[in-house]
């Protein structure tokens, strides 16, 4: 849907271009905020010049059409804050851009120059959109999609935003995009990229603003900027990821002769790397029917021993991980070397904090160490989840003999209730 003022000059010429350069795949109107009058003269003139005739294009209202019935919403002259309040629905659908094009009858001299260079304006603009369409980064038709943000959209998210797009397989997507908005991407960031084989010459920087936090489910901050995201942008750290991987920046360092472009360069591979391990071999996410945490004071011995465990016997529709209500340390060796004694390896676990992590993205939530009171207060949603579950297994740190006596007896309780969680699932399926 384009959309201007009165649907009678830059919506209707971007209505033209996109009904001549579309593919069978792609609809289109064009409607006036404020209500339909006439197409203008001027447009018509300067289209039929360019070979499309918008002679007999209705001027309509955009009362007359329903925001839902359209993925992707362009308004043409600048005046997106007119569908505030109570037409904020069409700033909400999948896509929603400002593409703010002169108004050709207000500054035209009389020679339809004007109209001219807003005709092809508005051309470039909608060949864009088209191939963004073609072949677009990011979107539904992908299991992840990862948003990259750092300040202006201009060197490390763009940078970041490439190598995930040179290194994901078919089920990530990638956006990258500035907080306070976008401005060009950097001439050395481009450079320093092309050295490592990864051309980002042609990238869009792009404002946060153009895009919906609830098209992602995993957001990084490249620059250590989480902070501007509090407030009313805070969806943003809401999703089922966020992290913020307070990268260098390099135009502010850069001594001059690309080597600090190249060293966050290089960090941030490494990082996009890390990322995409991680969803290879996600343990837990909506890809599964039934998420499980096991919870403990610090994820280091009972709840790392139940999570081996559910990663083991588990079949392909039941996710886990676990946390600490406190925090995470590390996982205790008494707990490894049980584990492999039979057959579990849970050295390579890392001991994560409940705090990384959000209560409504799992169904299942399992206190290992009778430490539901804890969850009380601010942290009840996790006890409020579909099943709660306080499994109270004794703390072998601190009752063991020192022959892992009790680290194995523990272990063979919380394998024995793994069994009974998964025997209750597949009765319940």
Known sequence: MFLCNHNSCRSQMADGWLRTLRDANVGVASAGIVGGTAVKEGAIVVMKEA?????????????????????????????????????????????FEDWNLDDPPAIDPGDLSAYRRVRDEGKAKVEQLLASLKDPTWGPQYKHNVMFLCNHNSCRSQMADGWLRTLRDANVGVASAGIVGGTAVKEGAIVVMKEAGVDISSYSSDAMADFKPEDFDIVISCCGCGSKLDGEHEAWKKQRVFEDWNLDDPPAIDPGDLSAYRRVRDEGKAKVEQLLASLKDSTWGPQYKHNVMFLCNHNSCRSQMADGWLRTLRDANVGVASAGIVGGTAVK???IVVMKEAGVDISSYSSDAMADFKPEDFDIVISCC??????????EAWKKQRV??????????????????????VRDEGKAKVEQLLASLKDSA
């Open 51 to 95: 070979g499309v005739d918008i002679s007999s294009y209705s001027s309509d209202a955009m009362a007359d059409f329903k925001p839902e019935d359209f993925d992707i919403v362009i308004s043409c002259c600048g005046c997106g804050s007119k569908l505030d309040g109570e037409h904020e629905a069409w700033k909400k659908q999948r896509v």
């Open 388 to 409: 709660f579950e306080d499994w109270n297994l004794d703390d072998p740190p601190a009752i063991d003999p020192g022959d892992l006596s009790a680290y194995r007896r």
């Open 370 to 379: 009778g430490c539901g009171s804890k969850l009380d207060g601010e942290h």
């Open 333 to 335: 060796e008494g707990a």
